[in-house]
């Protein structure tokens, strides 16, 4: 719903989810989201996501979430903007899961863009875990966008998962290019999980179809094993 000024309210129940293994899950769950515009510089989105899923081999991925997002940009230079996005979010147990949940979600991300000729960004995310207080899980995300394309991380290892990236991109009209570095540790333990490389190489063609090039090199050090990818697709949209 947009009636009110700058403001978008946004819910949906959830009776099943369709995920990228091919498989189905029966759920019961509730998203609740609100963002408000406040200018082109700040924009604040507050939000619960409640999972709630029916088959008892799926119980423990049953939280509650609450979370805020303050996000935007404002330009500083001739054309060159200040890019910031900062989230913060709480993970409780809910429904039937039988394990203790209680865990922090957090990301501090700032950079700099000039069109999409130019744009950097730096972050850090945290995804809280510990043996004692659970791990904070997000089932219904696309982990592949944001812990590395090596595909790693795809849940939260025991011990909870801090990325600190850099990534590097220019998006003009025709060709694109996009490098991002990640340092993945632990949350708690000191563990030093590894270390990925990602690129991404893409044309965007007269009729709108985008061909692309794109790469992984994840090198472990306590987490999993050395992986490389290499991925190429195109997608067409009309």
């Known amino acids: 719903n947009t009636s009110i000024p700058k403001t978008t309210l946004f819910y949906a129940h959830l009776f099943t989810v369709r995920r ?80 203790d949940v209680e865990e922090n979600y957090y990301r501090l991300e ?30 219904l995300a696309t982990l592949h966008i944001w812990n590395g394309w090596a595909d790693k991380f795809l849940t939260t290892p025991v011990n909870g998962l801090k990325d600190t990236y850099f990534s590097l991109g220019s998006n003009p009209k025709r060709f694109g ?12 333990g000191s563990l030093d999980y590894g270390r990925e490389v990602d690129l991404l190489l893409s044309y965007r063609s007269p009729w709108e179809q985008v061909f ?7 090198r472990a050090d306590l987490f999993s094993e050395d992986t490389d990818k290499i991925m190429v697709y195109t997608t067409y949209g009309f």
């Open 20 to 99: 990228i293994f091919g498989d189905s899950k029966p759920m019961n769950s509730n998203l609740f989201n609100a963002s408000v515009q406040i200018d082109k510089a700040v924009k604040l989105t507050a939000y619960a996501y409640l999972l709630d899923y029916k088959n008892e081999d799926d119980f423990v991925l049953n939280t509650h979430s609450f979370g805020f997002r303050l996000s935007g940009e404002r330009n500083v230079y001739k054309g060159w903007n200040a890019l910031y996005d900062l989230e913060y979010a709480r993970q409780v147990e809910g429904g039937d899961n039988p394990n």
């Open 110 to 139: 700032g950079g700099a863009s000039k069109g999409n000729y130019f744009i950097f960004k730096a972050g850090h995310e945290v995804l809280g875990g510990s043996p004692d207080t659970g791990q904070f899980n997000t089932p």
């Open 177 to 188: 290019l996009n490098v991002v570095f990640h340092r993945f540790r632990s949350e708690t």
């Open 212 to 218: 692309a090039f794109k790469t992984a090199f994840y």
